[in-house]
């Protein structure tokens, strides 16, 4: 496919091509940062193409300067009450509560499901039965599975609920008495003890000091040490953003803060001997001034996937390709109350689970049941 031909336009460093999909302008930027030329698209709108790139000439980041020009035209052309417009207070006030990964989440939620569907409504306007029937269509049609059903409302009703504390809503929450169709959340165990065994082996016995260069060692050792966290029970996010600066290796903890937990609450877990070993190898090779645990050498940001990695390993030791890095706590929570009878208390604080409700998938107190539970496991795999 031959590239489309640039043109130039009456503004300084603003150019457009003729976009060979739908035959109009598509605008983008040149400028300059470190000395390097950089490129940003600016949408098929020349006074927003404009605005952007003023803004960037400022010293404003991409991003920001897209969410600055995008606020201010939806405001010009959108109702002040209306739910995209009252998204973006609703993301910049109770966003700054949340994770990085929990904003990325409910950001996507919104973007692709909810503010298509209710985007241009007045918050006035919008009832129970526009939602329920919103959900009904979306379960009808198979698009999402019912738990997903059920993280989509409460996003919705978190939303709404925002709205009354604001003072936008004073007739009550809509979205407080949609119903999600029944579904059972219990989480099959596809692998056997065999495998599980196999497949640990695989991961531990990675070889990190076969290749002549150092830094290809330090990176298979760093991903390594990712799916042995999540063996420990950690959820990926959890995994991902592990600083040194939460982890006392003079107590034998490592602490995941509320605001990087799923429940919102600050786990403590005491480290099994294996996994303090490990952390201090890491420790001493690491590069000074680095906090995050598991950063990318070539993008200086903590990993974003490692599943080239994880798909070599997995093809080692002979396991489905549907095992999903997730797997890793249903693994934990299934061996350890089916196989070692351990009580679901136990399991529910090495998996932080909020309630043991949610551990009582796995049945067909403190910080030390972490170390109690995944010891336990080890002996089990004879590791």
């Not at 602490?255 to 890491?282: C, G, N, V, Y």
């Amino acid at each position: 496919m031959t590239r489309p031909k640039n043109y130039t336009t009456s503004y300084p460093n603003i150019y457009y091509y003729i976009s060979p999909k739908t035959n109009k302008k598509v605008y983008f930027g040149r400028y300059y940062k470190d000395r390097k030329q950089k490129t940003i698209t600016l949408g098929s709108s020349l006074n927003t193409a404009i605005k952007k790139m003023n803004l960037i000439k400022k010293g404003i980041s991409k991003k920001d300067s897209s969410k600055l020009v995008y606020n201010k035209e939806i405001l010009k052309t959108h109702d002040k009450h209306s739910i995209e417009v009252l998204y973006f207070e609703y993301i910049d006030i109770e966003g700054k509560k949340w994770s990085t990964q929990e904003l990325k989440t409910k950001k996507s939620r919104f973007k692709r499901w909810i503010l298509p569907h209710f985007g241009k409504m007045n918050i006035h306007d919008v009832r129970y039965s526009h939602i329920q029937k919103f959900i009904n269509d979306i379960d009808d049609k198979k698009l999402l599975a019912r738990k997903t059903q059920e993280n989509l409302k409460s996003s919705i009703q978190s939303f709404f609920k925002f709205c009354i504390k604001e003072g936008y809503l004073n007739t009550g929450n809509p979205a407080q008495y949609v119903d999600i169709k029944a579904y059972d959340n219990h989480v099959p165990m596809t692998l056997t003890l065999e495998q599980i065994i196999r497949f640990y082996q695989t991961i531990i016995d990675i070889d990190c000091h076969s290749s002549p260069n150092h830094s290809a060692n330090l990176d298979n050792r760093k991903k390594r040490l990712m799916l042995i966290l999540m063996i420990h029970g950690r959820r990926w996010n959890e995994a991902q953003n592990l600083c040194w600066s939460e982890i006392d290796f003079i107590s034998n903890l490592y602490i995941i803060p509320a605001h990087k937990s799923k429940t919102k609450k600050t786990q403590k877990h005491k480290m099994t001997d294996f996994l303090r070993l490990e952390l201090m190898e890491l420790k001493v090779i690491s590069n000074d001034g680095e906090d995050f645990l598991f950063i990318n050498p070539q993008t200086k940001n903590p990993y974003s996937s490692i599943n080239t990695f994880f798909k070599t390993i997995k093809k080692k030791a002979d396991i489905p390709k549907t095992f999903r890095c997730q797997d890793f706590r249903h693994v934990v929570g299934t061996v350890a109350y089916q196989n070692l009878g351990i009580p679901l208390e136990n399991i529910r604080d090495v998996l932080a689970h909020g309630s043991v409700t949610t551990t009582e998938i796995y049945s067909d107190k403190d910080s030390l049941n972490s170390r109690k539970v995944l010891t336990s496991l080890f002996e089990l795999f004879g590791f």
